[in-house]
């Protein structure tokens, strides 16, 4: 049973450009929660999703950041116009179910803004 | 808001000598608390976890953590730490109850074995 698969591993743009990040979450999971650890921080919260629903993305910044888990294929977080504030690593997790009890991470996306 | 503080941001250690890292969180209710841990180039992989019970709690790889609730407290220990073990170090805390799937990690703590 393959564990969160994220890709790339290693991200870089240009500001002004566009990242797509993916997720595939683990086998039989259905809920995938997005958070972002920026240089000598922890990982914060951004985005919860179940299939095709948004539940929770309060910690998302409210422009250029977007998410999607559709009913087919990765989840997606999509980052426009990029900026250097941008750079850190961008982790997935994926649960069975709601709540932190059984969450498995990624090995991460590390983007970098040139 | 929730917050998590590690005291350590880099410990480090020779083989063979006890590890305690450190953890307070700020919330006072009822809680979820976790220690993560990221080997060099891996992912995030669960220590251990406390949600109710005998405040001890014993996790893979000979570590464990206490809860002391009055110090709002969920200290990581280890009795002999070993080369493998560097490792970034994560606590996290999780406000239980409904629609309290959100975790609040510290910052992180850098752990160096030296053989």
């Known amino acids: 049973n393959a564990g969160v698969m994220q890709n790339p591993r290693h991200l870089v743009r240009r500001r002004g450009q566009e990242a797509r990040l993916r997720c595939s979450p683990m086998?039989?999971?259905?809920?995938v929660y997005w958070y972002r650890q920026l240089p000598e921080e922890g990982l914060k919260f951004m985005v919860y999703?179940?299939?095709?629903?948004?539940?929770?993305e309060s910690g998302m910044p409210k422009e250029r950041f977007s998410a999607e888990f559709p009913k087919e294929g990765p989840s997606i977080l999509r980052i426009q116009q990029v900026v250097r504030g941008d750079s850190a690593a961008y982790f997935c997790?994926?649960?069975?179910?709601?709540?932190?009890?059984?969450?498995?991470f990624g090995s991460g996306t590390q983007l970098s803004v040139l | 808001a929730q917050s998590v503080s590690q005291h350590n941001h880099h410990v480090i250690l020779s083989e063979a000598a006890s590890l305690e890292l450190g953890c307070n969180y700020s919330?006072?209710?009822?809680?979820?608390l976790f220690w993560y841990v990221q080997y060099p180039g891996q992912h995030l992989q669960l220590l251990l976890k406390?949600?109710?019970?005998?405040?001890l709690v014993k996790g893979i790889k000979g570590f464990e953590a206490e809860f002391i609730k009055s110090k709002f407290s969920f200290n990581l220990r280890k009795p002999s730490v070993q080369w493998s073990d560097t490792a970034e170090y994560f606590c996290?805390?999780?406000?239980?109850?409904?629609?309290?799937?959100?975790?609040?990690f510290g910052k992180g703590t850098k752990l160096s074995v030296i053989p």
């Open positions: 997790a994926s649960s069975p179910q709601g709540g932190g009890e059984k969450l498995f």
């Open positions: 086998k039989g999971h259905s809920h």
């Open positions: 999703l179940q299939k095709e629903n948004i539940i929770d």
């Open positions: 919330y006072g209710g009822t809680v979820n």
């Open positions: 406390y949600f109710s019970g005998d405040p």
């Open positions: 996290a805390v999780q406000n239980s109850g409904a629609g309290s799937y959100q975790l609040t």
